[in-house]
């Protein structure tokens, strides 16, 4: 039995940032991390996925100076892109520096598989760790397999393995049309893939605006990418090197349908809790009870690296005794890194009328703007305001730069900025974000 301060079990953004900040203000700290520390987002998620729709964008951009600024060509290779990743972000997969950056913070790290074994207490093989104020769980997420007949056993990627690709496919179906399968199929499209987007919903992006899935369905099927919506996949069958899935057919298959959260073994049960939970329920400090934390895509509030880091801060002051607010989901900003970029916060219109607000409604074509006129090849988008009353309680920003767009409306959001107060600032031109102002205008 070793006594500590704190036990970070789990080492993506949240807990790795938890454990660095936790050790470095002088307490006493033992990470744990069966895998890589800094989890999904530096070795399999934001950043590989990043790099290549930076190099994807950059085709894309290539090909359109034809519009433009006379003629260019321009030929693809998948080989910078995946000496980048190797190289760059994630150094071949091995955590060494970030094992070295906890170390040298003065946190003691093991791997290996911890598991909670009644209050305060986890146990990693042979040892057995108590934490005098608390643990922080952040065991995150694994990639999501529908269960499909036939699948289990065949040769598919997921996230993970698409990072590590040396060379592409001749074609491409990507299972699950939210961000990371339109993400990527849109990068692999570019770079020469014939690419089927199957999802079972009935539009894509179903988590965004209506406006928004039919505007990214014309965007990826002017591609040549394939879109199918509202399809069921009972089978899947592989043979002779090829995917068959209903009537699609191709090389190779990525399943991006989702995530399921990492809590089924790691002790849950020692300390009350159900551990088929999908998600952990927390105060506003990311107390799930005394003594234990929860932080990132287990508590359900949004599986981004942002939010992990975000909650981690808060808990790392409580457990410093530091106070401060409390943890508020009103503006969880998100952004789906398509061309054109998806930004959306707070409420959509739907979730607005259903929570029974004075919802008003603004709309904003970007081609219509005056920067997108200017922009003209690749302007696709649009501005969605959703107010209550005279305060926005959501928005969406899709454009050239939507992601980027869309920081004012979150702050908007945040600090329920009054819409008078909006509409009477003003919006530099010619800009993407003078979009914003028109909408505004309209809303009624």
């Known amino acids: 039995m070793t006594e500590v301060d704190v036990v970070v079990l789990g080492l993506g953004p949240g807990g790795e940032h938890a454990a660095l900040k936790l050790a470095r203000a002088g307490l006493e700290v033992v990470a744990i991390d069966r895998r890589l520390v800094g989890g999904e ?45 190797r190289a760059e972000a994630t150094d071949s997969w091995d955590d060494r520096a970030a094992v070295e950056r906890l170390e040298k913070s003065g946190a003691t790290f093991v791997r290996g598989h911890g598991r909670l074994d009644g209050e305060r207490t986890v146990v990693v093989g042979e040892q057995r760790f108590t934490a005098r104020r608390g643990v922080v769980l952040n065991t995150g997420t694994e990639p999501g397999v529908p269960p499909i007949e036939g699948l289990d056993g065949t040769p598919y990627w997921t996230n993970r393995e698409v990072v590590r690709l040396q060379s592409l496919p001749g074609s491409l179906v990507v299972l699950g049309g939210g961000a990371i399968g339109l993400e990527l199929a849109q990068a692999f499209a570019r770079f020469g893939v014939q690419v089927t987007v199957l999802e079972s919903a009935d539009r894509i992006l179903s988590a965004e605006e209506p406006e928004v899935s039919e505007l990214m369905s014309q965007a990826l099927t002017r591609e040549g990418i394939r ?35 990492n809590l089924s073994d790691i002790g849950l049960e020692t300390v009350g809790l159900d551990p088929s939970a999908r998600s952990l329920d927390t105060d506003g400090q990311l107390r799930v009870h005394d003594g234990l934390y929860a932080v990132g895509d287990i508590t359900g ?31 969880v900003p998100r952004v789906t890194f398509t061309d054109p970029e998806v930004g959306s916060v707070g409420m959509t219109e739907q979730e607005a009328r ?67 107060t909006l509409r009477h600032m003003p919006f530099a031109y010619p800009t993407f974000h003078r979009a914003v102002e028109s909408a505004l205008t309209e809303l009624g």
Not at 77 to 83: D, F, G, H, N
Not at 230 to 257: H, N, Q, W
Not at 303 to 323: P, S
Not at 359 to 373: C, F
Request: glycine fraction near 12%.
């Open 227 to 261: 879109v199918m919506a509202g399809v069921t996949i009972d089978r899947v069958s592989y043979d002779e090197g090829r995917f068959t899935l209903g009537d699609v057919s191709a090389d190779k298959l990525l399943v991006a349908a989702g995530r399921r959260s």
């Open 301 to 331: 509030k949004g599986a981004f690296t942002h939010v992990a880091m975000y909650q981690a801060a808060i808990a790392i002051r409580d457990l410093l005794g530091e106070g401060g607010p409390e943890a508020d989901y009103r503006a």
């Open 354 to 420: 259903a929570a029974g607000l004075d919802v008003r409604v603004g709309m904003a074509d970007i081609p219509k703007s005056a920067r997108g006129w200017l922009h003209k090849a690749g302007n696709e988008g649009l501005i969605k305001v959703v107010s209550d009353g005279e305060v926005l309680v959501g928005a969406t920003s899709v454009g050239p730069t939507g992601g980027e767009v869309l920081s004012m409306l979150a702050t908007a959001v945040h600090a329920r900025v009054p819409v008078a």
């Open 41 to 85: 987002c530096p070795y399999f998620g934001c950043i590989p996925s990043k790099m290549m729709i930076r190099a994807a964008n950059v085709l894309a951009e290539a090909r359109r100076v034809g519009e433009l600024a006379g003629e260019a060509s321009v030929t693809a290779s998948w080989a910078p892109v995946a000496e980048r990743i």
